[in-house]
């Protein structure tokens, strides 16, 4: 048993360095020294758990994912308040997480890589609390959810690609809270 936790928590470290060196580098220019490196693992070990460069890419995506769904879970059936603050979670875990920033850059560069799932776990997610807040009375009764959850969604991709384009996520989370005040106070009753 002993055992199988170090193995799990290398593979944790591992990647933890993958995500680093890809959000980096980019999956073209990563290297698999580049993430022995970061990782302090050897080459052995590196393929013995990952294979190729590609399952890395698609292991660092799908732990994304994984941290992507706990948040949205962690909201559900709420309303447009914890909405509001899983959401600029989620920009602080863009912003700091190298496993979330390296399984977006990938998104972003490996189109098959990319899922629409991520998006429409997004969409359903603020659509869900913008019906609860209308049940509420927070939002206004003639907003269109799944119209407004797309707009928001959407939007925060955007600002997500221009904060890390522009400066490197260092203004992520407060752009998102920012965006996110304004466009909920446009939904209010």
């Not at 997480?97 to 998104?107: N, Q, T």
């Amino acid at each position: 048993m002993a055992k199988q936790a170090r193995g799990l928590a290398r593979m944790d470290v591992a990647i933890r360095a993958v995500g680093v060196v890809f959000a980096r580098d980019g999956y073209r220019l990563a290297t698999m020294e580049a993430v022995m490196r970061e990782a302090g693992l050897s080459q052995g070990s590196l393929y013995a758990h990952f294979g190729a460069k590609e399952a890395l890419a698609h292991a660092v995506v799908a732990r994304q994912r994984e941290i992507f769904a706990e948040q949205m879970a962690s909201q559900k059936g709420q309303g447009v308040a914890v909405l509001m603050q899983t959401l600029v979670g989620i920009a602080h875990a863009i912003a700091s997480d190298p496993v979330v920033r390296g399984g977006i850059r990938l998104s972003t560069e490996m189109p098959d890589i990319s899922s629409s799932a991520d998006v429409d776990l997004w969409n359903e997610a603020i659509e869900e609390a913008l019906i609860h807040g209308k049940v509420e009375g927070v939002v206004g009764p003639e907003v269109d959810a799944t119209l407004v959850s797309r707009i928001i969604s959407d939007s925060l991709l955007g600002i997500i690609a221009m904060c890390l384009a522009t400066t490197d996520g260092a203004d992520l989370e407060a752009t998102a809270r920012t965006y996110l005040a304004a466009s909920l106070a446009s939904v209010a009753s």
